[in-house]
């Protein structure tokens, strides 16, 4: 079963109905459902065709809290699957026990400098509809199809509209609404013919069979898409369910028939249905489809936001959600430059990922050929005693032999120079190196990503002393200067944090070099400043101090300008020579 | 959960028993009305001729909006069907559609046993085999026919 994200509007506001909006009603030639004028809420503009008057999204949540409850869960698992890199095994080596969503929180309000060059606009979640509608509505005024049609054929062109003109108009158009499995509105419909000359008083009153149930209807009580396929409306109603429900589908419904490929347009799926709750999983699941398969949004991952970032064009540039989270557009990650946002995936999959460390293990190890307790060897030397005070039993490593027959040197072993004792012995320097330069960067990692998540204790301790000086004869303003060095402070944690995922994949060579000097000396001047922060502020000697905080932080700030620009400088001229692929 | 069988199911199994499909027969357990016993013959012309291939098939309580478990009980040499029966058929998973049937699922695997697929494999080590030397692996389909599917009937 598939689980796909979705995306919560708990609290989609009311708006004013818009008259141009009109176009936008979906005709439906059921005159059993009237458009409803009183409902005003944004997705009715759009999914239109329900009179029933209890379903709006506001009245549904009081109808029933639940299911935005079990979105929003699901949303934060599956939107921001990355944002664990606290990973479980680096738990155990660095003894860091975090728990990531408190850093995003704590770095939500950082100011990190954006890009004016790069223009995105942040959408609330009746935005985001009335942008889809917006879309969808452009479309039309060119190609002229019922809404559902085009939202459809965006939806396969990933809302790339000048995609969609361009094989609508120089491309095969019966070919276009096959892939996009929609039955084409230009072809002559032979079955739909033949129901209207149907719909005579008689036939009205003739029985058909469901192909699901089994049970007769009368052809008002049978349903059917374009394709013709009629099935009785309560087995559609519990097979849209089940695939909205248990399957998490919404824009890749297709019809019941087997072997039917033609995709359940909105119309259909908010007349069948009447549960509220499954109507509005389904909205839910409709606009999440249209926000992750645009390339120009992303969903903010802050936890309990419902909002997303719609920018001009696609590129890995900070942004900042009006909740406060900044983030990498291109990636949802923290905003994480200098590394790249691929190998930063690579970096935080590498530490989600167990096998290093139990590699590491299994090379490392062995057990005690009498007792089996597990011993690690940590010398050269091959003459083990077991640590089992019980045990202390003597052995060979190499051969795991007892060690009496090897005599007092551990060179006796005379497996010891056999080739295969060789390599194993090769291997396992190999992969305690790679081990250990892999603890090296994650450490560094990790220790600036555990002081960051101490953030909001600084930010508290420091607003405490900026009261305390206060109190001492200095203004409010000039107090701020410690304000100031907490958020270069955590600017610059932030920073050092991803120069050691960019720096783990580096090459060496000459700008490597001049690279990592600079990072010694931004991790220098970072601690040194914190120290300040954390020790030396006293109201005692309050200008004295200030003048000391501020040079180190202006210092910082430097530092890591000149670290960052070096590193775009490289990407410009290709410095970096990496030590694997992507 | 009531214990009245949907009219659905009620029919299917009433149409199984009364237009018993060619090679083919699905009789619901006497306790369970949702579990049937069948057994499907090896087509002609396959290496599974002449055997009688036992299998269970059991509804779920979603059926039909779920499709039903199916399984070879007789052990069966095929790369679409693992060592425990399983059975990798798009129509029982992602392609199930409510519209079909017990019957048009037990005619689907009858057709599976007339044309297996070794590229979309279950049991990799016999699909592997089907590629290799498909002159081979027919042999030992037709040696394992022998051996599970006839002569321990
Ligand atoms: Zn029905
Ligand atoms: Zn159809
Ligand atoms: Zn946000
Ligand atoms: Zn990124
Ligand atoms: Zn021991
Ligand atoms: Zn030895």
């Given at each position: 079963?598939?689980?796909?994200?979705?995306?919560?509007?708990?609290?989609?506001?009311?708006?004013?109905?818009?008259?141009?909006?009109?176009?936008?009603?979906?005709?439906?030639?059921?005159?059993?459902?009237?458009?409803?004028?009183?409902?005003?809420?944004?997705?009715?503009?759009?999914?239109?065709?329900?009179?029933?008057?209890?379903?709006?999204?506001?009245?549904?949540?009081?109808?029933?809290?639940?299911?935005?409850?079990?979105?929003?869960?699901?949303?934060?698992?599956?939107?921001?699957?990355?944002?664990?890199?606290?990973?479980?095994?680096?738990?155990n080596l660095?003894?860091?026990?975090?728990?990531?969503?408190?850093?995003?929180?704590?770095?939500?309000?950082?100011?990190?400098?954006?890009?004016?060059?790069?223009?995105?606009?942040?959408?609330?979640?009746?935005?985001?509809?009335?942008?889809?509608?917006?879309?969808?509505?452009?479309?039309?005024?060119?190609?002229?199809?019922?809404?559902?049609?085009?939202?459809?054929?965006?939806?396969?062109?990933?809302?790339?509209?000048?995609?969609?003109?361009?094989?609508?108009?120089?491309?095969?158009?019966?070919?276009?609404?096959?892939?996009?499995?929609?039955?084409?509105?230009?072809?002559?419909?032979?079955?739909?013919?033949?129901?209207?000359?149907?719909?005579?008083?008689?036939?009205?009153?003739?029985?058909?069979?469901?192909?699901?149930?089994?049970?007769?209807?009368?052809?008002?009580?049978?349903?059917?898409?374009?394709?013709?396929?009629?099935?009785?409306?309560?087995?559609?109603?519990?097979?849209?369910?089940?695939?909205?429900?248990?399957?998490?589908?919404?824009?890749?419904?297709?019809?019941?028939?087997?072997?039917?490929?033609?995709?359940?347009?909105?119309?259909?799926?908010?007349?069948?249905?009447?549960?509220?709750?499954?109507?509005?999983?389904?909205?839910?699941?409709?606009?999440?489809?249209?926000?992750?398969?645009?390339?120009?949004?992303?969903?903010?991952?802050?936890?309990?936001?419902?909002?997303?970032?719609?920018?001009?064009?696609?590129?890995?540039?900070?942004?900042?959600?009006?909740?406060?989270?900044?983030?990498?557009?291109?990636?949802?990650?923290?905003?994480?430059?200098?590394?790249?946002?691929?190998?930063?995936?690579?970096?935080?999959?590498?530490?989600?990922?167990?096998s290093e460390t139990s590699n590491w293990i299994a090379a490392n190890t062995k057990e005690c050929?009498?007792?089996?307790v597990t011993i690690e060897k940590n010398g050269g030397c091959n003459?083990m005693?077991?640590k089992?005070?019980?045990?202390?039993?003597?052995?060979?490593w190499v051969?795991l032999?007892?060690?009496?027959?090897?005599?007092?040197?551990?060179?006796?072993?005379?497996?010891?120079?056999?080739?295969?004792?060789?390599?194993a012995r090769d291997a396992q320097e190999k992969s305690r190196h790679a081990l250990q330069r892999y603890l090296?960067?994650?450490?560094?990692?990790?220790?600036?990503?555990?002081?960051?998540?101490?953030?909001?204790?600084?930010?508290?301790?420091?607003?405490?002393?900026?009261?305390?000086?206060?109190?001492?004869?200095?203004?409010?303003?000039?107090?701020?200067?410690?304000?100031?060095?907490?958020?270069?402070?955590?600017?610059?944690?932030?920073?050092?944090?991803?120069?050691?995922?960019?720096?783990?994949?580096?090459?060496?060579?000459?700008?490597?070099?001049?690279?990592?000097?600079?990072?010694?000396?931004?991790?220098?001047?970072?601690?040194?400043?914190?120290?300040?922060?954390?020790?030396?502020?006293?109201?005692?000697?309050?200008?004295?101090?200030?003048?000391?905080?501020?040079?180190?932080?202006?210092?910082?700030?430097?530092?890591?300008?000149?670290?960052?620009?070096?590193?775009?400088?490289?990407?410009?001229?290709?410095?970096?020579?990496?030590?694997?692929?992507? | 959960?009531?214990?009245?069988?949907?009219?659905?199911?009620?029919?299917?199994?009433?149409?199984?028993?009364?237009?018993?499909?060619?090679?083919?027969?699905?009789?619901?357990?006497?306790?369970?009305?949702?579990?049937?016993?069948?057994?499907?013959?090896?087509?002609?012309?396959?290496?599974?001729?002449?055997?009688?291939?036992?299998?269970?098939?059991?509804?779920?309580?979603?059926?039909?909006?779920?499709?039903?478990?199916?399984?070879?009980?007789?052990?069966?040499?095929?790369?679409?069907?693992?060592?425990?029966?399983?059975?990798?058929?798009?129509?029982?998973?992602?392609?199930?559609?409510?519209?079909?049937?017990?019957?048009?699922?037990?005619?689907?695997?009858?057709?599976?046993?007339?044309?297996?697929?070794?590229?979309?494999?279950?049991?990799?080590?016999?699909?592997?085999?089907?590629?290799?030397?498909?002159?081979?692996?027919?042999?030992?389909?037709?040696?394992?026919?022998?051996?599970?599917?006839?002569?321990?009937?």
């Amino acid at each position: 079963m598939e689980k796909r994200s979705t995306k919560a509007s708990s609290n989609d506001p009311k708006h004013k109905h818009d008259p141009d909006d009109e176009d936008f009603y979906l005709n439906n030639d059921d005159d059993e459902y009237d458009d409803d004028e009183d409902d005003d809420n944004d997705y009715d503009d759009y999914m239109d065709d329900t009179d029933d008057l209890e379903y709006t999204s506001s009245n549904a949540s009081k109808y029933d809290p639940t299911p935005s409850v079990e979105i929003f869960t699901s949303q934060n698992s599956t939107v921001t699957p990355n944002s664990s890199y606290a990973s479980t095994s680096l738990k155990n080596l660095s003894q860091s026990t975090t728990n990531q969503p408190d850093l995003s929180k704590s770095l939500t309000k950082r100011n990190i400098e954006l890009d004016e060059e790069f223009k995105y606009e942040v959408l609330s979640p009746d935005k985001i509809v009335q942008y889809m509608t917006e879309c969808i509505a452009d479309v039309n005024s060119v190609l002229e199809l019922t809404p559902t049609i085009t939202r459809t054929l965006l939806h396969h062109f990933k809302w790339d509209k000048e995609k969609l003109m361009e094989r609508f108009y120089d491309g095969d158009q019966d070919r276009l609404f096959r892939e996009a499995h929609i039955v084409s509105p230009f072809r002559p419909n032979t079955y739909k013919r033949t129901t209207s000359s149907q719909s005579t008083r008689s036939s009205r009153l003739k029985e058909f069979c469901c192909e699901i149930c089994f049970m007769q209807y009368t052809e008002d009580n049978m349903s059917g898409l374009e394709c013709g396929h009629k099935f009785c409306k309560p087995c559609w109603r519990e097979y849209l369910t089940t695939k909205i429900m248990d399957e998490g589908m919404g824009q890749t419904i297709s019809c019941a028939a087997h072997k039917c490929d033609i995709l359940v347009d909105d119309t259909s799926v908010m007349t069948l249905l009447q549960d509220p709750i499954v109507k509005i999983k389904y909205q839910h699941l409709i606009t999440n489809s249209f926000v992750e398969c645009n390339r120009l949004m992303r969903w903010c991952p802050a936890p309990n936001c419902s909002n997303a970032i719609k920018a001009q064009y696609f590129d890995a540039q900070p942004v900042k959600c009006d909740c406060g989270h900044v983030f990498c557009f291109s990636c949802g990650e923290l905003w994480h430059d200098p590394v790249k946002c691929k190998w930063l995936k690579k970096w935080i999959k590498k530490c989600d990922d167990d096998s290093e460390t139990s590699n590491w293990i299994a090379a490392n190890t062995k057990e005690c050929p009498k007792c089996q307790v597990t011993i690690e060897k940590n010398g050269g030397c091959n003459h083990m005693i077991c640590k089992n005070q019980a045990c202390r039993s003597e052995f060979c490593w190499v051969c795991l032999g007892p060690w009496e027959p090897h005599g007092s040197s551990w060179y006796n072993c005379n497996r010891f120079n056999e080739d295969d004792a060789k390599k194993a012995r090769d291997a396992q320097e190999k992969s305690r190196h790679a081990l250990q330069r892999y603890l090296h960067y994650c450490n560094r990692y990790m220790n600036h990503h555990q002081s960051l998540k101490l953030e909001q204790k600084l930010t508290a301790s420091i607003r405490e002393k900026m009261e305390e000086m206060q109190q001492h004869n200095m203004s409010w303003i000039e107090v701020q200067f410690l304000r100031k060095a907490v958020e270069v402070l955590c600017q610059c944690r932030q920073t050092l944090m991803y120069t050691y995922a960019f720096a783990f994949y580096l090459k060496r060579n000459n700008h490597s070099i001049i690279f990592e000097d600079n990072q010694a000396d931004l991790e220098i001047a970072v601690e040194k400043l914190s120290g300040y922060l954390e020790r030396e502020i006293t109201s005692d000697n309050a200008v004295e101090t200030k003048q000391k905080v501020q040079d180190k932080y202006r210092y910082c700030e430097q530092r890591r300008k000149v670290l960052l620009d070096h590193v775009h400088e490289g990407y410009d001229k290709d410095y970096w020579e990496y030590q694997e692929d992507l | 959960m009531s214990n009245l069988l949907p009219t659905r199911i009620l029919k299917e199994t009433q149409r199984l028993m009364q237009e018993p499909v060619p090679g083919i027969s699905a009789t619901p357990d006497e306790s369970n009305a949702k579990y049937f016993h069948v057994m499907i013959l090896g087509p002609s012309e396959s290496p599974y001729e002449g055997g009688a291939f036992k299998l269970e098939l059991f509804l779920p309580e979603e059926y039909p909006m779920a499709p039903p478990k199916v399984r070879f009980m007789t052990k069966i040499y095929h790369p679409n069907i693992d060592k425990l029966g399983r059975i990798c058929l798009d129509i029982l998973k992602d392609k199930w559609s409510p519209a079909l049937q017990i019957r048009t699922v037990l005619l689907s695997i009858q057709a599976l046993l007339s044309a297996p697929n070794p590229d979309d494999p279950l049991d990799n080590q016999v699909a592997n085999q089907w590629k290799v030397n498909e002159a081979e692996a027919i042999k030992t389909a037709k040696e394992w026919t022998k051996k599970y599917a006839i002569d321990s009937n």
